[in-house]
């Protein structure tokens, strides 16, 4: 079944660390999205990439970084976290053949930096 | 630029009412308009769209939503509200007309429907 996966679901950790969070997509989208959500509150767009090789940065600045070497794998670093990096990250996917380009989400990944 | 604005931070509607969630837009050219819904620690899931054509867009769980050009709205809307549909909506545009290719999503409206 084709569907887009976030690894850890929950992830608590020190400040300092690295961590990375995981994004996967088998419905074989070319574009991938990061967001950066509150709880309850809004997302705000932090990466975006439209194929292999392509990321840019979105709208809400934001210290972590992306990589997008295969197509159906689109991972976020964070090299040092801090508790203001505290927030729920949601991972989306995309087809620009569809013409519209409906979004389609993963679960997301609830970050809790101490 | 393009934007979005959900004027309620929350509706409350009593079970098998009607229920409305409002969305206006602002977008350079045509409109791809969509809602999102999220339950609690969840992603984002994707209701309906509108593209083109017939003003109202049918979608998943009874929703359905109206288009209105000359008012720049997208209304979500459902005749009878269920308790399992209080849940954070989302509604999101894109223009077909210019450069920007992702989408923008509005700050979201918390339905709360009352047994």
């Known amino acids: 079944e084709a569907d887009i996966y976030q690894t850890p679901r929950y992830l608590v950790i020190g400040t300092g660390k690295k961590i990375t969070l995981e994004c996967s997509q088998t419905m074989g989208h070319d574009k991938m999205y990061w967001y950066q959500q509150d709880p309850g509150m809004e997302l705000h767009l932090i990466h975006y990439s439209y194929g292999v090789n392509s990321t840019e940065k979105g709208d809400l600045s934001s210290e972590s970084t992306v990589s997008r070497i295969r197509t159906e794998h689109f991972p976020l670093t964070l090299e040092s976290a801090r508790p203001s990096h505290t927030s729920q990250y949601l991972c989306a996917s995309s087809d620009s053949g569809t013409g519209e380009e409906t979004q389609y989400f993963g679960p997301g990944t609830r970050l809790l930096v101490l | 630029a393009q934007s979005v604005a959900q004027p309620e931070d929350q509706v409350n509607v009593a079970e098998g009412n009607p229920l409305t969630v409002k969305c206006t837009y602002s977008v350079s050219g045509n409109p791809y308009l969509f809602w999102y819904v999220q339950y609690p620690n969840r992603g984002l899931q994707f209701l309906l769209k509108?593209?083109?054509?017939?003003?109202l867009v049918k979608g998943s769980y009874g929703f359905e939503a109206e288009f209105n050009k000359s008012q720049t709205s997208f209304h979500l809307k459902k005749p009878s509200a269920l308790v399992s549909d209080s849940a954070l909506y989302f509604c999101a545009v894109r223009s077909l007309d210019t450069g920007r290719r992702a989408l923008t999503f509005g700050s979201g409206t918390r339905l709360q429907v009352q047994p």
């Open positions: 509108y593209i083109t054509g017939d003003n």
